[in-house]
């Protein structure tokens, strides 16, 4: 009898017996890959050649108190966190060990945020990803005269949009304002870059209310459901969205369950260019891990180039490090990859950075831009007095954690201005 | 007389329609969930809805091979046991004494057994869970009992003392008077009185924990919870993995209040009908 069937057995029949009993698992504390399928896909496929390893993905709230009151009490069990950027650039970077030398990325500029103004690594970079848009094929005969689906540009989208609103009587433009929705990252990575060129120092600028002037006729072709849209796949297979713009993994589902049906393209360009932001996700070692090596090992597993790819398979996360991608990857994967490639290298391309510096007013500085949509587009409001009411609440953030500027806006010297 | 008559079908149509509708409140969502749980994911995501489920096993499937489901469901049912003991044996002598006795303090103590709902758990966690790391009980079942237990306390000692307030302690006399002590008089006459209504304490303590998160997912690592295990992590997947899991968490529940209906319903005098 084959040897790997006995034991897959006894641990299928230990599981279904409950085994409590502890085990010297690695326990991996995740806030990425949470939806079951991923986190099965993880479990079976990632990590199930690196040993031991428990994987537990987690709200946000939970995986941060967890791993606080594990820090305080100076021991726990978490082995190795993974969590976006955001979330350890929020955390005190002497609660996480150094890991010089455990590998890196292939992008500078990521290792470069994983020393969180440190002089090591923090974390290490381990999956990336970025928002895009997508289509139903129902939406594609509505494209405006002469429009490049490839290089559309904000008025063409809000054209777009509006045709299918005159043809059908129904907004079908679907955006992610729910509860649970990335919003605030189309503001920060996309709207404002294509707008103005910057996040921060432009937040009130001229150039600004032009921004905002045309969210507003976006919204007004926006399916007015959106603010409970948070997952814009299930829109896109339900009908009540044609056109979408979310996070690559948040798109996933409908590409992988109808193909056929979907087509993924680039972020849209305004008068300043195709601004469009990465997504980054990390592994650290919080510094009360119970067995370092194993968890220092296990770091190195997810940097592996077969590891990645089964990452990019489970959770449509890309490679961080360089890999010959397979030919078969899931049709979301391919479809994402394509319209991130084509994004990246188009000539107007404006590649923003993650928000760095703001350590725990990371979230205040995502809640303004959620707010100034809410005032400004939910709410009617002067577009111009919105802005310079939220721009001194906004200096105030950017002094308070003392961040200097990151890309597009140009550097800086101390805190960013908001001029 | 034929005024009377058409009075009184219109009154007894106002109380169907009534009855139907509370049942149609409870119903349908459970109807539309089983529907959901038993079909492809395109039939989920197709509208209109189909009334006639397709007995698609896929959703279902997924969870049976979902790492870690049937030792959690265990550690649910455990939790929720023991939460259940706990507050039915600290909660009703609580109730009994708040209801018999007078004694100094008796209203600060009942503002304060209110009080420990008055904080949100999200802040109590952290604490705890460091408390419980230091002690010892971090990631047990009996820990995360023990703060079930705070939870669903007040609902036991507030449902216990109207239940005792609720009988005469005439009755309790006259059975001292035939003989009986202070504790048979208690076991004999009242217990039987009251056994309805600890019942529904007793489901109102296995609901909340049950149904608890946040503390769960913070103070168990391994020995996780089936919420704990499942909750968070379902309002991020496809939505016909919503419906089944939806399904999963709710049928333990109904299952146990079901098997406990008898005792509750006895209190309305419909007992083994």
Not at chain 1, 122 to 130: K, L, N, R, T, V
Request: charged share 15%; proline share 6%; hydrophobic share 50%.
């Amino acid at each position: 009898m084959n040897v790997k069937k006995v034991t897959g057995a006894v641990s299928a029949l230990a599981l279904a017996l409950g085994a409590t009993a502890a085990t010297a698992d690695v326990l991996f504390w995740s806030t990425q890959a949470k939806p079951v399928e991923e986190a099965q896909a993880m479990r079976e496929q990632v990590l199930a050649g690196a040993g031991g390893i428990d994987y537990q993905p987690n709200d946000g709230g939970p995986w941060l108190t967890r791993l606080n009151a594990e820090l305080q009490a100076g021991s726990g069990s978490i082995g190795v966190l993974g969590a976006l950027h955001g979330d350890f650039s929020a955390m005190d970077p002497a609660d996480l060990v150094d890991l010089d030398g455990l590998g890196a990325s292939a992008s500078a500029t990521f290792n470069n945020l994983a020393m969180l103004g440190t002089d090591s690594m923090q974390y290490i970079p381990w999956m990336q990803a970025s928002y895009i848009m997508a289509a139903s094929k129902e939406a594609l005969p509505y494209l405006p005269e002469g429009a490049d689906i490839d290089a559309l540009t904000y008025d063409q989208l809000i054209e777009w949009a509006g045709n299918i609103k005159t043809a059908t009587g129904e907004a079908k433009f679907g955006f992610p304002a729910g509860p649970k929705g990335l919003k605030h990252r189309f503001f920060q990575g996309y709207l404002y870059p294509s707008y103005t060129d910057g996040v921060v120092r432009t937040f009130a600028s001229d150039s600004a209310v032009t921004a905002w002037e045309k969210m507003r006729e976006l919204w007004a072709v926006t399916n007015p459901a959106s603010t409970n849209f948070s997952f814009l796949q299930e829109q896109l297979l339900s009908g009540d969205a044609w056109i979408a713009f979310d996070h690559t993994s948040r798109l996933a589902g409908a590409f992988n369950e109808r193909p056929d049906d979907f087509v993924a393209f680039p972020a849209p360009a305004g008068p300043t260019g195709r601004g469009f932001m990465p997504v980054i996700a990390g592994v650290a070692i919080p510094r009360t891990a119970p067995d370092m090596d194993a968890a220092k090992a296990l770091v190195q597993h997810m940097l592996k180039p077969e590891t990645q790819i089964a990452t990019l398979r489970a959770t449509n996360f890309f490679p961080v490090v360089d890999v010959a991608l397979p030919g078969d990857l899931p049709p979301a994967v391919q479809a994402a990859g394509n319209a991130v490639a084509k994004m990246s290298g188009s000539a107007d391309a404006n590649p923003g950075l993650l928000p760095a510096g703001l350590g725990s007013l990371g979230g205040e500085f995502s809640q303004l831009y959620t707010e100034t949509f809410e005032r400004i587009v939910l709410g009617g409001q002067d577009i111009r007095m919105v802005l310079d009411e939220h721009k001194v609440r906004l200096q105030a953030i950017m002094n308070d954690s003392g961040a200097p500027c990151w890309a597009p806006d140009a550097a800086s010297d101390g805190p960013c201005p908001v001029e | 007389m034929a005024d009377i008559s058409q009075s009184r079908s219109s009154g007894r149509f106002v109380y169907m329609s009534g009855v139907v509708l509370l049942c149609a409140w409870v119903l349908v969502p459970l109807y539309f969930l089983l529907i959901n749980t038993l079909s492809s994911p395109e039939a989920v995501n197709a509208f209109p809805k189909s009334f006639i489920p397709e007995f698609d096993l896929g959703s279902l499937t997924f969870f049976a091979n979902f790492a870690g489901m049937l030792s959690a469901l265990k550690n649910s049912i455990f939790v929720a046991a023991i939460t259940m003991i706990l507050s039915i044996v600290l909660g009703a002598p609580a109730g009994y004494a708040l209801s018999r006795f007078e004694f100094r303090g008796k209203e600060t103590f009942r503002f304060l057994i209110l009080l420990t709902r008055a904080f949100p758990l999200p802040l109590l966690a952290l604490p705890l869970a460091v408390m419980f790391i230091r002690t010892g009980i971090d990631d047990t079942i009996f820990g995360l009992a023990l703060i079930h237990t705070t939870l669903a306390l007040p609902f036991s000692v507030l449902i216990t003392f109207s239940l005792f307030s609720g009988i005469p302690i005439e009755l309790e006399e006259a059975a001292w008077t035939l003989g009986c002590t202070r504790l048979t008089a208690f076991t004999k006459v009242i217990l039987p009185l009251v056994l309805p209504g600890i019942t529904a304490s007793a489901i109102f303590a296995f609901v909340i924990s049950w149904n608890e998160v946040f503390a769960a997912a913070v103070l168990t690592i391994e020995n996780r919870t089936l919420t704990a295990f499942l909750l968070q992590n379902l309002d991020t997947s496809p939505l016909h993995l919503k419906f089944a899991g939806g399904f999963i968490l709710v049928v333990p529940a109904l299952v146990f209040i079901f098997a406990v209906r008898k005792y509750l319903f006895a209190m309305w005098g419909i007992a083994n009908r």
